[in-house]
């Protein structure tokens, strides 16, 4: 039995008879079982409790039919691993840090409510870089993510183990954050989906928070399908966050224009990257879709805005931390966590708040505005993620400045609020995947999954796999 | 020579819980009073990683309406903002309060004299839990319970006007009637829901010399942990007393807090490091801002009773009511009402107010009479009634004693239920149209000269 | 260049409670001074006419209304804590608003 699958694909296992929910999860735990001792993309794995949940699911499928259990459980089928920032009542929760190393959560976040009322079954906790501080998949407190397409790249991050769930067939799909392109980096770094919607519309209520005006509630799949239907669950309001919002996008899904950001194609891209976007555009063109250079100025300074937003909202956030109620105290943060920390300490501090923190929330207004300028001439944008395919490990882990420069394409999208869909598209030389994202206004992810749905066409898109049986 | 006088300059702090049914930011229930540990918590107050706060709109509406009565003008726009530092009974490491957009800014108070106080502001934010100090085995531990977490607190801030101890305390009291009238808070000190902070310096000032400029000490003295009305007024004498030495001897007054020593009638220094507090405070990004429009807050108005202040006013000028009955009818806002409708239905009986107000205080006859009207019925039909006069009953008195000589010596002795024999005896003579007031303050008097 | 003295960086870790050592002041004084000083490129920017965002959302006024619902059991409220007494949570003795 294979897990390199989909959701449909399950799904028609399951009620066609020719494969139990147990069957299905065992697969995914044996294939968890064969390779994650090389890629480390789990720190917790479900082994009972996703088999027991398996046959309630299979006693749910023999009393209902095809119908009546489709609309009860939407996603039946769906093995979902999760970022280890979401809270899973009675299941460790770590954040990926010594800190909450025996931390069990009383509650789970609402997200995981949602996909499990839905049919999911949960099979475990993927690894990240700690607290979601990092773009590589390097910084966790329990050992570096390797990317299945080559064990010596990063998988990017900070949802690294995610990604490397969904890519490497070990879940159907995974739910991520993504506070500055910690769903799209790795994403692109591991030829999967990856999305990271509007700012508000899905639930952040029991997931750990990173920056709090800027983490997203994103997921990782193989197809746009798959991308579509579990956003259709996480999505909508709660009476818990009180920053949700639900909008429909009404306007029309023909005779699209798709902006190209002229600054995000300057120096500092790489011209393989850079290459294989524009391949990416003709595909579009050829089909009938327009494109037309847009100016945003001001989005250089988006990586200046993100490192002094985010810290301050870090800092705050992780003041909970104490050791008192739950968790290690305050020495059993990494370094990473302190120099973040520290930093967010800083520009908060009186004397400072004005210059730092004050002025990055005005520029940050300049930036939105400019994006809400830029969506009255296109419907969607499309950018890099990364200014380079997936690095070796080790590369830029010595320079914390050097790694925060590799935010700089997705940070616009957080900052402004707006979704991006990261779609997987082409291979390096060596093998390494490689992909772009499109943005789209609040609202968008229709139009966001129909652009992606109809790429997929234009590009003869099929899943791929890496080749871990070779690990 | 000159003299100088040395003025007391205060301004008050005053937290006040909210008598909310749920938590400022969470579902748990407000009510923590004597429960056990934790148990009244969730992953909100409890600050649990992952939990975000959901802002309750009757605590907003009741900040809203309190600071209205205190004559506030209210932010159109305003906002929740982080408020940092650690302590062991803060979950998050940081409070949500307001900083620079509070609810409620710029009111007043209004002595009994018209002295007006002015209210800086007045703002929204949670309580912390409760930490009490306990010797387990040998060591000395610190106890948290988090049920008071997350309560809905309001903070008035005062103007540092005050310079007589008499209006401080009249203010407080002030702000726990309003806190009840509007039904805001029970505004207990004794169960902490009202808590007070003051914070005192002197100015020298010229004796006799008018129009001076009323600049503020370049220092002040911040009083804490003060739980009751009396212990206000004792602090604060013994504080000012002290920075009055002080002075006076040429030396300078240390910035600092002080708490209170009920024993020893002293303030005793609670020196912390003299930094200023850095609470790096930032617009709290997990709660949208708060908008009130001006229908909305006229509509509040219209919902908000006549205040403590302003009927004190209407009972002294248009009743001519003792400043005693007064406040005792301010106190009980139920009395108070009471009250009020005899007012109404007065017109039509047009009996002294002062004579009702006496009967209801020294006779409870509200009490006795659920309905106003019945009361004054009531008193009506005793002020008609025709009494014995007093040289009857002293005539009626005067023989019944003289016939119970024994009687009256077994009431010397203790037995008291034989004045009971003797007023009736006497009332009977009377045939009923005894005072028996009169009759047993007679007999009393007579005893004692005896 | 903005220099991060390392005093401040003494204070800092003094108000984020997080303990350093000489090694890891030396560091975080290189490292945040030059990230300091990247960020400040934002000086360029003209802001005069910008109002801050603090939020995207463009909300307000979301509240609920005034109703309880059940709280956490004690055993779950202290059940993730290491040092719990008779329903509390247990602490050595707190100075100066320091845990010692």
Redesign the interface.
């Known amino acids: 039995m294979t897990t390199q699958s989909t959701i449909e694909k399950n799904q028609k296992l399951l009620l066609e008879k020719k494969a139990s929910m147990r069957e299905l999860v065992d697969a995914y735990l044996k294939t968890i079982q064969k390779y994650d001792g090389v890629l480390n993309s789990f720190i917790t794995v479900n082994n009972e409790i996703s088999l027991k949940k398996a046959d309630l699911v299979d006693k749910l499928l023999s009393k209902n039919d095809k119908v009546s259990i489709l609309s009860k459980l939407p996603l039946l089928g769906t093995v979902v691993s999760y970022k280890d920032?979401?809270?899973t009542k009675g299941i460790r929760?770590t954040?990926a840090s010594k800190v909450?190393e025996s931390?069990?959560?009383?509650?789970s976040?609402t997200v995981v409510d949602k996909l499990e009322n839905a049919g999911c079954i949960n099979i475990g906790k993927t690894n990240c870089d700690a607290w979601a501080h990092g773009s590589s998949g390097e910084n966790s407190d329990y050992g570096v993510t390797k990317n299945p397409w080559g064990v010596e790249y990063v998988p990017g991050g900070s949802s690294s183990g995610s990604a490397v769930s969904v890519s490497a067939n070990m879940c159907t799909v995974s739910l991520g954050t993504d506070t500055c392109g910690s769903i799209r980096l790795p994403a692109n770094y591991t030829y999967t989906y990856g999305l990271k919607p509007t700012?508000?519309a899905v639930s952040?209520?029991?997931?750990?928070?990173m920056a709090?005006?800027l983490d997203c509630i994103g997921h990782f799949s193989k197809t746009a399908a798959d991308i579509k239907k579990v956003f259709e669950i996480t999505k909508g309001r709660d009476?818990?966050?009180?920053?949700l919002?639900e909008k429909s996008y009404n306007k029309k899904l023909t005779n699209m224009v798709i902006g190209v950001p002229d600054e995000f194609f300057q120096n500092g891209l790489s011209d393989e990257v850079s290459l294989n976007i524009k391949k990416a555009i003709s595909l579009f063109e050829k089909n009938g879709v327009k494109f037309n250079k847009i100016n945003l100025p001001?989005t250089k300074?988006g990586?200046?805005?993100y490192?002094?937003i985010q810290p301050?909202?870090v800092?705050?956030n992780?003041?909970?931390?104490?050791g008192?109620?739950?968790?290690k105290g305050?020495?059993a943060?990494s370094e990473e966590a302190?120099?973040r920390?520290?930093?967010g300490?800083?520009?908060?501090?009186?004397g400072y708040?004005d210059a730092?923190?004050?002025?990055?929330?005005?520029?940050?207004?300049?930036i939105?505005r400019e994006i809400d300028q830029a969506f009255k001439s296109c419907d969607a944008i499309i950018a890099p993620v990364s200014t380079t395919p997936p690095f070796k490990l080790g590369e830029k882990i010595s320079d914390?400045?050097k790694m925060?420069l590799t935010d700089i394409y997705a940070a616009t999208a957080n900052?402004?609020?707006i979704p991006s869909l990261a779609i997987p598209f082409g291979f390096t030389n060596d093998g390494m995947p490689l992909g772009f994202q499109i943005m789209g206004p609040?609202y968008s992810e229709n139009l966001l999954f129909h652009l992606a749905e109809n790429f997929e066409a234009y590009s003869n898109y099929t899943i791929k796999n890496p080749d871990i049986y070779n690990l | 020579m000159k003299k100088y006088n040395y003025v007391p300059v205060i301004g008050l702090e005053v937290h006040i819980e909210l008598s909310t049914k749920r938590k400022m930011f969470c579902d748990c229930s407000s009510e923590h009073f004597q429960i056990k540990p934790n148990t009244n918590v969730c992953p909100i107050c409890l600050g649990l990683p992952g939990a975000l706060p959901y802002p309750n709109k009757e605590a907003v509406k009741k900040c809203i309406k309190f600071g209205i009565s205190f004559n506030c003008m209210i932010n159109k726009f305003s906002k929740f903002d982080r408020k940092h530092y650690f302590y062991p009974d803060l979950s998050k490491g940081y409070q949500i309060s307001q900083y620079d957009i509070p609810f409620c800014e710029g009111g007043h108070w209004k002595s009994s004299v018209n002295s007006v106080f002015r209210i800086k502001r007045i703002h929204l934010e949670e309580d912390t839990g409760k930490i009490q100090h306990r010797k387990i085995g040998s060591e000395y531990f610190s106890l948290i319970d988090f049920n008071r977490s997350g309560v809905p607190l309001m903070e008035l801030v005062t103007e540092p006007d005050f310079s007589n101890i008499n209006d401080v305390l009249d203010f407080v009291k002030d702000v726990q009637l309003a806190s009840r009238y509007l039904e805001v808070s029970n505004a207990d000190m004794e169960k902490g829901s009202m808590r007070l902070e003051a914070n005192i310096s002197l100015r020298k000032e010229e004796t006799g010399k008018r129009d001076q400029m009323k600049r503020l000490p370049d220092y002040k003295v911040e009083l804490k942990n003060i739980n009751s009305f009396r212990f206000l007024r004792s602090a604060l004498e013994a504080e000012i007393k002290r920075q009055t030495d002080i002075l006076k001897m040429g030396d300078k007054v240390i910035q600092e807090t002080r708490g209170y020593n009920e024993k020893t009638h002293q303030t005793y220094s609670q020196r912390s490091k003299e930094e200023a507090k850095d609470y790096r405070y930032f617009p709290e990004p997990d709660i949208p801002p708060i908008l009130h429009q001006s229908k909305e807050i006229d509509i509040i108005k219209t919902d908000i009773p006549e205040m403590p202040w302003m009927k004190r006013q209407r009972y002294k000028k248009d009743i001519g009511l003792k400043d005693e009955y007064t406040e005792i009818f301010l106190k009980d806002r139920k009395r108070s009402a009471y009250f009020e409708q005899i007012l109404l239905l007065n017109k039509n009986s047009g009996l002294d107010l002062s004579y009702i107000a006496d009967q209801i205080v020294n006779k409870n006859l509200d009490l006795k009479y659920q309905s106003p009207q019945k009361l004054l019925n009531a008193l009506s039909v005793e002020k008609n009634k025709t009494y014995a006069s007093s040289k009857e009953i002293k005539n009626a008195a005067d023989s019944v004693l003289k016939e119970n000589t024994k009687a009256i010596e077994d009431l010397k002795n203790g037995k008291i239920q034989i004045l009971g024999y003797l007023i009736g005896s006497i009332q009977k003579k009377l045939n009923g149209k005894g005072n028996i007031n009169e009759i047993r303050r007679y007999i009393e008097n007579a005893l004692m000269e005896n | 260049m903005i220099k991060i003295k390392h005093s401040e960086i003494v204070h800092l870790a003094d108000l984020a409670q997080i303990k350093i050592n000489k090694k890891e002041i030396q560091k975080l004084s290189l490292q945040l001074s030059k990230i300091v000083d990247y960020v400040s490129e934002l000086n360029d920017v003209d802001t005069k006419n910008a109002v801050p965002t603090n939020q995207t959302t463009g909300l307000t006024n979301v509240t609920n209304d005034d109703l309880t619902s059940i709280s956490l059991k004690q055993e779950d409220a202290v059940g993730q804590s290491k040092n719990i007494y008779q329903g509390f949570f247990k602490v050595p003795i707190t100075i100066k608003n320091k845990i010692i």
């Not at chain 1, 952040?204 to 928070?209: E, M």
């Not at chain 1, 992780?318 to 104490?322: A, C, G, H, I, Q």
């Not at chain 1, 300490?345 to 009186?350: E, H, K, N, P």
């Open positions: 920032l979401f809270l929760t954040a909450l931390f069990v959560p009383q509650y976040a700012y508000g952040r209520y029991g997931v750990i928070a709090s005006s009476l818990k966050d009180a920053t919002d001001h300074y990586i200046s805005v490192y002094i301050a909202e800092s705050s992780l003041s909970r931390y104490d008192i109620r739950y968790g305050r020495d943060f302190k120099r920390i520290m930093l300490t800083y520009v908060l501090s009186s708040y730092y923190y004050l002025k990055a929330m005005k520029v940050r207004s300049v939105i914390p400045l925060y900052l402004a609020g609040r």
